[in-house]
């Protein structure tokens, strides 16, 4: 097992090498030019060139690349071209912002979602089945963003229950500043509960389907024992699938957090991108990627550990 | 009233005791008669095999037992299990005596262990369950069973997740697994139809010999006839749900009297028929949602007559408590 995790970090490595090596990539492939974006029209092409100097745009890309992959290990993203801040203090401010959403919204997701999977399955082609399965596929169908605004509408605009948008400030009671999360995990863990629920219903379906099932039962182990031998044997695909869908809620999402002017990772990318801020982008790719491959990482070494047939 | 099919017990009380079993699958269109009447009983120290073709309702009688069968089965009769009503009683009491006293394995020993824990955690669990003795207690327990039907390294073998054995030793683990509750009955479902012939016989002679320790019964499934001499006292032949000839190995194997039987025999491949051109039952077994009237073997039967097709077959009992159900069974006894 301890092998089997140490075989799996090593593997790690080159993934997020390659990771690195597209981040830089797509960043320089975009056309547009941030210091063409942030000199006024009428800069002399001396200052321009000054400016290019100071932020290293007119070394070779690969120079370029491996110096900003010699710092970025050394923790040093460089400064933010639209503001000249530290790209580090703006990534983990809006990194934080957006893991409080992602791990609340993956919470309420996850145990939605996995309740009404077993519950359909449990009761398979009856009314609890055909109301939770109903919701599931409501959950993975709405977009978003159009939830994001409905929930709006009728919660903020319509009645003045919750906050619109924004998190508060630090000054507020901590119960006013819980109001600004309801919204945003409420549409985010949306998509969770319906993909989940969707897997967990298909995989304890498929395992209701085993003879082992039926033999639990013959050796004469009560409901609660045998729904844990089940959802043992479910568990690997759904982990697989809940580390993608934490992957993509760390990711921030560009449009809820948008919506709701959350100023998580999915904000920060968005305006980066607007501005052609290429350091705040690279980092802000980078440390994601490097999240969801760490993320995959522990679920692959979960998986291990849950079913030994994976171990190889 | 039962439908006559009987083995009569001769010496004690019955452990196990079927008294009219049906079975039947009803779904919004199709109603599928799968067990038609089955009556047995079985005493203490006695193996009894169901032989039959696949789809014969061997396997669903068994699951009828145990209670194993979804929930749209509808099964009616009555099984005593110690003189206890098995079909009638709740859940609750049912779950103590499955894998107690009476206690079942399977075919596919790969498929019916539980993939992802332990030997020896599959076996301990079904002895906490059952007796609520600690976890650690349980664990010496199943170490004994292991050792019991001979596994050999037993102490690493229970650390061991079903994919790490081979299938003679997965089914020996899994006949442990039904042992740990020392139970009185123990149903066999197929247990060496996916085995190597091998192995086969190292099971049946595992089973003989487990038993002869335990003094339980034996409920036997299976089609493979050599299995069924080796480790029987009794036969009872099924055929489209419904037992058609029952006696001991020795009346069934030496004088089958249904023609059914008679083409099960001729169509098994044994030393004694070298050099003569096996026979093959003709057809195949009924559809059981469109059962004919009479006898459900007719269409195959090359003995067939007008009084076959329709009617109540008759049951024929002789004196040793073996049992015939056919039109012409006094006529084939001389044949």
């Known amino acids: 097992m301890l092998v089997f995790a140490f075989r799996r970090l090593l593997q790690a490595i080159p993934i997020l090498l390659g990771v690195t090596l597209v981040v830089f990539g797509l960043v320089h492939i975009v056309p547009g030019n941030p210091i063409d974006m942030l000199m006024p029209p009428e800069a002399s092409p001396e200052i321009i060139a000054q400016m290019k100097a100071a932020f290293g745009f007119d070394k070779p890309l690969y120079v370029q690349y491996f110096l900003w992959l010699f710092r970025a290990l050394q923790g040093d993203f460089g400064l933010s071209v639209f503001n000249?801040?530290?790209?580090?203090?703006?990534?983990?401010?809006?990194?934080?912002?957006?893991?409080?959403?992602?791990?609340?919204?993956?919470?309420?997701?996850?145990?939605?979602?996995?309740?009404?999977?077993?519950?359909?399955?449990?009761?398979?082609?009856?009314?609890?089945?055909?109301?939770?399965?109903?919701?599931?596929?409501?959950?993975?169908?709405?977009?978003?963003?159009?939830?994001?605004?409905?929930?709006?509408?009728a919660f903020a605009v319509m009645n003045d229950f919750l906050p619109a948008q924004g998190m508060g400030d630090d000054a507020e009671p901590l119960y006013n500043r819980l109001q600004y999360l309801v919204l945003p995990v409420v549409t985010l863990s949306l998509i969770p509960m319906g993909v989940i629920g969707r897997l967990v219903r298909a995989t304890v379906l498929e395992i209701l389907g085993q003879d082992f099932v039926g033999a639990l039962s013959a050796k004469g182990l009560t409901r609660w024992p045998v729904i844990r031998h089940i959802c043992k044997n479910a568990a690997p695909p759904v982990l697989a699938l809940m580390g993608l869908q934490f992957g993509y809620l760390l990711g921030g999402s560009i449009l809820v957090e948008t919506v709701y002017n959350w100023p998580g990772s999915g904000n920060l990318l968005n305006l980066a991108i607007f501005r052609r801020d290429i350091p705040i982008l690279q980092a802000t790719i980078l440390v994601l990627a490097t999240f969801f491959v760490l993320l995959n990482l522990l679920v692959d070494i979960a998986q291990a550990a849950i079913d030994p047939r994976i171990r190889r | 009233m039962p439908e006559g099919i009987n083995v009569k017990p001769i010496l004690g009380e019955p452990v196990l005791k079927a008294e009219d079993l049906t079975v039947r699958f009803k779904r919004r269109n199709t109603d599928v008669a799968a067990v038609n009447g089955v009556s047995f009983a079985l005493r203490a120290g006695e193996t009894?095999?169901?032989?039959?073709?696949?789809?014969?309702?061997?396997?669903?009688?068994?699951k009828a037992l145990m209670g194993l069968l979804p929930p749209y089965a509808q099964i009616q009769g009555k099984v005593w299990l110690n003189g206890r009503d098995m079909l009638t009683m709740p859940k609750a009491e049912l779950g103590?005596?499955?894998?107690?006293?009476?206690?079942?394995?399977?075919?596919?020993?790969?498929?019916?262990?539980?993939?992802?824990?332990?030997?020896?955690?599959?076996?301990?669990?079904?002895?906490?369950?059952?007796?609520?003795?600690?976890?650690?207690?349980?664990?010496?327990?199943?170490?004994?069973?292991?050792?019991?039907?001979?596994?050999?390294?037993?102490?690493?073998?229970?650390?061991?997740?079903?994919?790490?054995?081979?299938?003679?030793?997965?089914?020996?683990?899994?006949?442990?697994?039904?042992?740990?509750?020392?139970?009185?009955?123990?149903?066999?479902?197929?247990?060496t139809t996916a085995l190597d012939v091998?192995?086969?016989?190292?099971?049946?002679?595992?089973?003989?010999?487990?038993q002869e320790e335990l003094g339980m019964a034996i409920v036997f499934v299976t089609h493979d006839v050599g299995a069924a001499a080796e480790i029987s006292d009794r036969i009872a032949v099924m055929y489209a749900g419904r037992f058609v000839e029952s006696g001991t190995v020795r009346e069934i194997m030496k004088s089958p009297k249904h023609p059914y039987t008679q083409g099960l025999l001729s169509s098994t491949v044994h030393g004694g028929l070298r050099g003569r051109v096996l026979e093959t039952i003709p057809g195949s077994p009924p559809n059981l949602a469109e059962l004919p009237p009479g006898c459900a073997f007719a269409p195959r039967c090359r003995h067939v007559t007008d009084g076959c097709r329709s009617g109540i077959i008759p049951v024929i009992t002789s004196d040793s408590g073996a049992m015939v159900r056919c039109v012409r069974a006094t006529e084939t006894v001389t044949a």
């Open chain 1, 84 to 153: 000249a801040t530290p790209v580090w203090g703006q990534l983990i401010a809006a990194l934080g912002n957006t893991f409080i959403l992602a791990i609340l919204a993956a919470m309420v997701g996850f145990s939605l979602g996995i309740g009404f999977g077993m519950i359909s399955a449990l009761y398979h082609g009856r009314w609890p089945d055909k109301l939770f399965s109903a919701l599931a596929t409501t959950g993975v169908s709405l977009p978003h963003y159009w939830c994001a605004i409905v929930l709006v509408l």
């Open chain 2, 96 to 191: 103590k005596l499955r894998g107690g006293a009476i206690s079942m394995i399977f075919q596919e020993p790969m498929a019916a262990l539980d993939p992802v824990y332990t030997i020896g955690e599959q076996i301990s669990e079904t002895i906490v369950q059952h007796e609520g003795i600690s976890y650690t207690d349980a664990m010496k327990r199943a170490l004994g069973l292991l050792e019991q039907v001979k596994i050999p390294s037993a102490e690493r073998r229970l650390k061991n997740f079903p994919h790490e054995m081979s299938g003679g030793m997965r089914q020996r683990a899994m006949i442990a697994l039904a042992l740990a509750c020392s139970p009185s009955v123990l149903l066999a479902d197929e247990p």
């Open chain 2, 198 to 210: 091998t192995v086969q016989i190292q099971i049946l002679l595992l089973l003989r010999q487990l």
């Open chain 2, 48 to 62: 009894m095999t169901i032989l039959g073709e696949s789809g014969s309702g061997k396997s669903v009688s068994l």
